[in-house]
Each structure stands twice: as C-alpha cells, then as structure tokens.
Nanobody, 127 residues
Framework: QVQLVESGGGLVQAGGSLRLSCVVS????????MAWFRQAPGKEREIVAG????????YYPNSVKGRFTISRDNAKNTVYLRMTVLKPEDTAVYYC????????????????????WGQGTQVTVSS
C-alpha cells in the first residue's frame, strides 16, 4: 500500500520560510516523479512544484518561481518543498503526490497523473 506522509506546515509571518517534507512508502520512490500541490479555501487545487524521477528536471508555476524549491532524497524516500519569502496568498493546505507512471519521460503538471496523495499540511502566512 502506497502512503505519503507530509510534515512541516505551520503559521509563519509574511516574508518567512518553511520547509515541507513528504515521506513515501510502498512504491520504489526513486522511479517516480513527485509534486506538491496546494488548495486554498474556495479555490481549486493547483500545482506549486514538480520534480522528475531523475531529479534533473523541476517545474514551478510563475506564482512561486524563485521562491519555492523542490528537492528529493531517494535514500530517505522523501521529497521536500522549501518555501521562502512567503506571502499571505500562499496560505493553503499543501499536498504531496506521486506520479502514477514509473519513469515517465516527461514531468507532468496534470493532477490526474498523480495517483497517491498525502493527507495535507496546513500552511498559514500572516500579514
């Protein structure tokens, strides 16, 4: 059974930083792309970062580019999301997810291509 467990959320002031972690079990972590999504109240879930299974390709939407960094440690089956210069509009529940396709050639940002999700961790940025 595939499980993803996130940690690291919390309350932070605008301009601050947080690092989220997501530990994956039940799947050969190093063979799968990973991504972080977020969902704010009243809004649709959106991708904020993705990392190819090789670790050599990453993706960020313009809203977080330059502020967020995704990384992975295959030895620890863990993907991280380093968030800096946080803004109140970054307030959301953050989810990690694993690609459904082993060793996919491209890095996809499509939610339906990620088949297992964590429970979510709340990030609140105060102004």
């Amino acid at each position: 059974q595939v499980q993803l467990v996130e940690s690291g959320g919390g309350l932070v002031q605008a301009g601050g930083s947080l690092r989220l972690s997501c530990v994956v079990s039940g799947r050969t972590f190093s063979n799968y792309a990973m991504a972080w999504f977020r969902q704010a109240p009243g809004k649709e879930r959106e991708i904020v970062a993705g990392i190819h299974w090789t670790g050599g390709i990453t993706y960020y939407p313009n809203s977080v580019k330059g502020r967020f960094t995704i990384s992975r440690d295959n030895a620890k089956n863990t993907v991280y999301l380093r968030m800096t210069v946080l803004k109140p509009e970054d307030t959301a529940v953050y989810y990690c997810a694993v690609d459904r396709t082993v060793r996919r050639g491209v890095l996809t940002a499509t939610q339906s291509e990620y088949d297992y999700w964590g429970q979510g961790t709340q990030v609140t940025v105060s102004s």
